[in-house]
């Protein structure tokens, strides 16, 4: 059972790269959404999509991009990576409904330097 | 936009004792449902528990409850007989008919 599988695990940039964080998720949901947790912040919302073709933003979403172009896909990309961007980033998929619980990755630790 | 706080950045507990977390948030939303998610040092995001805001009895998970009081845009989870894995990350969680946001968290020690 893979859930909700994230990539890389941990990345180093340097401040202008960019990068794409991978996430797949094998279970057929709906609802994908990429949160940041920074110590003391809790896990922000950056992007959210509830279906293929459909994306919105979420609380932080300055310097990130997203597309859902299938159910199982939902990649976050850094154009242009600045260090206040350092953060640990998870992915997390549920069926569409308010009651329905969240799966989430085992995160990615971004550093930018 | 809805918010959640978390007003107890750290706690800890001995081991077989109770504690309680708060969370408060703030919404105009009538149909929601909270949920308590527990993040260990494994970083992994664990569902503890969950309420539906049309339900005024409170969810109960084996040592876990919540303490759900709609007026006020409380809700609390009480954990009973602390065990030294329950050591970890707590967050509180509202999630609307768009999104799931999340409180800053609880950090919450049990000691032997």
């Known amino acids: 059972n893979a859930g909700v599988t994230q990539t890389p695990k941990f990345q180093v940039l340097k401040t202008g790269q960019s990068m794409t964080l991978q996430c797949a998720q094998d279970?057929?949901?709906?609802?994908m959404s990429w949160y940041r947790q920074d110590p003391g912040m809790g896990l922000r919302l950056i992007h959210y999509?509830?279906?293929?073709?459909?994306?919105d933003q979420g609380e932080v979403p300055n310097g990130y991009n997203v597309s859902r172009s299938t159910t199982e896909d939902f990649p976050l990309r850094l154009l242009s990576a600045a260090p206040s961007q350092t953060s640990v980033y998870f992915c997390a998929s549920s069926r569409t409904g308010r009651n329905t619980e969240a799966f989430f990755g085992q995160g990615t630790r971004l550093t930018v330097v | 936009a809805q918010t959640v706080t978390q007003s107890q950045p750290e706690m800890s507990v001995q081991e077989a004792e109770t504690v309680t977390l708060s969370c408060t948030y703030d919404t105009s939303e009538n149909n929601y449902y909270l949920f308590w998610y527990k993040q260990p040092p494994s970083r992994q995001m664990i569902l503890v528990i969950r309420?539906?805001?049309?339900?005024?009895q409170n969810a109960t998970e084996n040592r876990f409850s919540v303490n759900f009081q709609k007026a006020a845009k409380s809700f609390s989870l009480k954990i009973s007989d602390s065990q030294l894995g329950d050591t970890a990350m707590y967050f509180c969680a509202f999630r609307g008919p768009r999104d799931m946001r999340f409180g800053a968290g609880t950090r919450l020690t049990v000691k032997p």
């Open positions: 309420q539906e805001a049309y339900k005024q």
């Open positions: 999509s509830v279906g293929a073709g459909i994306t």
């Open positions: 279970m057929n949901h709906e609802y």
